[in-house]
């Protein structure tokens, strides 16, 4: 007599592992289906119908547009103003990514020993964190006025040779700037950090310390490495910022004096929505995405790497 | 970014933007924010229109220019928008004609009101396609305590001119604040010179540099200009101008420790709110020469309204007819200081405009530059290349020579 935990008259197989995996597999499908679809909606296909101007010449008011080919790229390359741009967002990508995660490393370093004021340091070093963008770039643009805050300070304590026209001067602008980020942001690097170094077991570090290791040697032989996760999405997210800086130089400076601080990200603004070039900063939008992801899949590679 | 840029340019027009139909009574306006003028506008129309409901949105500067063109271009605009006469930003009528996103408002009566050069900034492909009910001047504006205390009057003269820096910096205070960081004053004084040395003497400048007949680089540009750097050398201007903010420039008039700033008229309201109380201001056209009966005053139509193509047009331009009307601009000179761009019976401009009401209605007056200029590239490369100018990276040649490559575009 047959039961239902027969198995097939037919002479059918039993579904295997391969199969119930494709079965799982298929329905895991139908609930990730709505979510995907909305993704594609607002994001893809707004990206790729995005990039796809940048091979036009339309400037974004006009009801007229013609396929162009890759003029828009070459005039990217044969532009002093883009060139400068590119080169001011590789400067602020990598210097960013590098001081930024150093100065949050050194700080969670500090802030995760047994200091009495341990709780409140981590929260004034993380409370930029939590200021818009917006509002830092206002801060700091009246901060660093040439008699603003900044330059009294130096001028008080006696070191008035120091003072500077932080936004004015082109030399110098686009250091102020980075300070300003790397001052907004140290702290979302010395919480990730700081979450790495409590997951480290103390019986660790004080079995190292026994055996006669300095401080030195215990970071760099078993801190250093146990912190690896905690350094692959810190210096992704730093650089990929970085590239992507908009807000705080728009604010300050807007590109200037004399686009001596433009960025990628400020000339798409400039070039898409004041300028009537919105094939320009088309263009300029899949070169700087073009950046972030290369950037990112090669450092991914490379820490993914030192990881295992 | 590619993301915004798509979303931006990807939607498409529908029939009525803002969600109003033909023969609706509900209309939508995109000004400024808080428009005292405005408001005050709209409220008396929609008293003199029973039924008629008026709602207002407010954008700051210079959000306003990328909000309103993006809405125009998709599809999600109000029914009256704010629009700049010429060309030179996303949102004049030069620039928006390209897509047609305006209403044709040539055959409302106001239109005749204006002269033909005032009528080409207000129009493009021959069709009148916004109106301001205001003009912007950039004067020398004048604190007149500040002035007295060093024993000096407005300059009618350029020697006078860099005798007033001289005079100022020998009190340890400068002649004329200048903020040149983005958004600042740092354009408007070179305006102020072509004024008088450009633009007054040759009206059709602008039409020989359409015809390829002219460029700024062989023209009394270079002299403006090297005026504007013999100003700076002078230490006219405020201390590491390009590191200073309108707002730290506008305070240093306020306060007296700048005698002036040469900027567009529509800015002395804000000076006057930092002001101690008594503080008076004046204004006078900022001379170029040494001949005062040649000084040339820079007056534009300001900004001002156009109707969207697609929106509620009937409603639109009825609003502007009443905007334009005499009731209308009433309203508007008494709600704020405008300096009408159309003859109002009795009207008093503030006492700090008094210095140029007279000017402003002769014939010693010019255009803005860049109304007339072919695409809003070159205002950006001016501003560039100016605070180049001002940091001593770019020579008046070098200047007008980026100026003359964006001309062409």
């Known amino acids: 007599m047959a039961t239902s935990t027969d198995p097939a008259p037919t002479g059918a197989p039993a579904p295997g592992p391969r199969r119930r995996y494709r079965s799982y597999a298929q329905s895991v499908w139908w609930f990730v289906l709505p979510a995907a679809a909305l993704y594609a909606f607002a994001v893809i296909v707004p990206a790729v119908q995005g990039s796809l101007f940048a091979f036009t010449d339309w400037d974004g008011v006009s009801s007229v547009k013609h396929w162009v080919g890759l003029r828009q790229f070459r005039s990217i390359f044969d532009d002093t103003n883009s060139l400068t741009a590119i080169k001011n967002t590789l400067l602020i990508a990598v210097t960013v990514t590098v001081v930024q995660n150093a100065i949050g490393l050194l700080i969670a370093l500090g802030v995760n020993s047994q200091i009495k004021s341990r709780n409140f340091l981590r929260v004034l070093f993380f409370a930029p964190v939590v200021i818009t963008s917006i509002a830092v770039g206002f801060l700091w643009q009246n901060l660093l006025a040439p008699e603003g805050a900044l330059n009294q300070v130096l001028k008080n304590i006696g070191l008035g040779g120091m003072r500077q026209n932080w936004l004015g001067d082109p030399k110098v602008a686009i250091w102020a700037i980075i300070a300003v980020v790397i001052w907004q942001f140290v702290g979302y690097s010395m919480v990730i950090f700081l979450a790495g170094l409590q997951g480290i077991p103390d019986e660790v570090i004080e079995a190292a310390a026994i055996d006669g290791a300095g401080p030195v040697r215990r970071f760099w032989y078993i801190v250093r490495p146990m912190l690896a996760p905690a350094f692959t999405i810190n210096l992704m997210l730093s650089l990929i910022g970085g590239f992507k800086l908009f807000d705080q130089v728009f604010v300050m400076t807007q590109g200037g004096p004399g686009g001596a601080t433009d960025t990628i990200s400020t000339l798409i603004y400039k070039d898409a929505f004041q300028l009537g070039r919105f094939s320009n900063g088309a263009a300029l939008a899949v070169v700087l995405t073009l950046f972030v992801a290369a950037a990112s899949a090669f450092q991914y590679r490379m820490i993914s790497k030192n990881e295992g | ?409």
């Open chain 2, 1 to 409: 970014m590619t993301t915004a840029l798509a979303l931006a340019g990807c939607s498409t027009n529908s029939d009525s933007g803002s969600g109003s139909t033909s023969g609706s009574k509900n209309l939508t306006v995109a000004g400024w924010a808080d428009d005292a003028v405005m408001k005050a506008v709209i409220a008396q129309f929609e008293k003199d229109n029973p039924g008629v409901k008026v709602k207002l949105t407010g954008y700051p500067w210079p959000a306003i220019l990328t909000q309103i063109n993006t809405q125009l271009v998709s599809g999600t605009a109000a029914d009256v928008n704010v629009v700049f006469p010429g060309n030179g930003n996303p949102i004049t009528a030069q620039t928006l004609a390209k897509g047609k996103y305006l209403a044709d408002l040539s055959s409302e009566s106001w239109a005749s009101n204006f002269n033909e050069a005032t009528k080409n900034v207000m129009s493009a492909d021959g069709k009148v396609l916004m109106v301001a009910n205001n003009s912007t001047i950039i004067p020398a504006t004048y604190n007149t305590q500040a002035l007295k205390a060093i024993g000096k009057t407005a300059p009618t003269t350029w020697s006078q001119v860099l005798d007033l820096c001289s005079a100022a910096k020998a009190k340890g205070k400068v002649a004329y604040a200048m903020a040149g960081l983005a958004g600042g004053t740092f354009n408007y004084l070179p305006y102020a010179l072509t004024a008088t040395l450009v633009y007054g003497p040759n009206p059709d400048f602008s039409a020989q540099q359409a015809a390829g007949k002219a460029t700024f680089s062989d023209s009394e540009w270079t002299t403006a200009l090297t005026k504007y750097q013999q100003m700076l050398k002078a230490g006219c201007f405020t201390k590491d101008s390009l590191g200073t903010s309108l707002d730290v420039a506008q305070k240093q008039v306020a306060t007296g420790d700048a005698l002036g700033i040469v900027t567009v008229s529509n800015q002395i309201v804000d000076i006057q709110k930092d002001a101690p109380s008594g503080t008076t201001f004046e204004t006078a056209a900022l001379p170029a020469t040494d001949d005062p009966s040649q000084t040339v005053l820079p007056v534009g139509l300001g900004a001002g309204y156009g109707v969207n193509a697609k929106g509620n047009v009937a409603l639109g331009k009825k609003f502007l007819d009443f905007y334009m009307s005499k009731k209308g601009m009433g309203v508007a000179v008494k709600a704020g200081s405008i300096f009408p761009s159309t003859t109002v019976e009795g009207f008093k401009p503030a006492p700090a405009l008094a210095g140029v009401s007279d000017q402003v209605r002769s014939d010693k007056t010019a255009a803005f530059p860049d109304q007339t200029w072919p695409n809003a590239n070159l205002t950006q490369v001016y501003q560039d290349e100016l605070q180049k100018l001002l940091g001593g990276q770019a020579s008046v040649k070098d200047v007008l020579a980026a100026m003359d490559a964006a001309y062409k575009g």
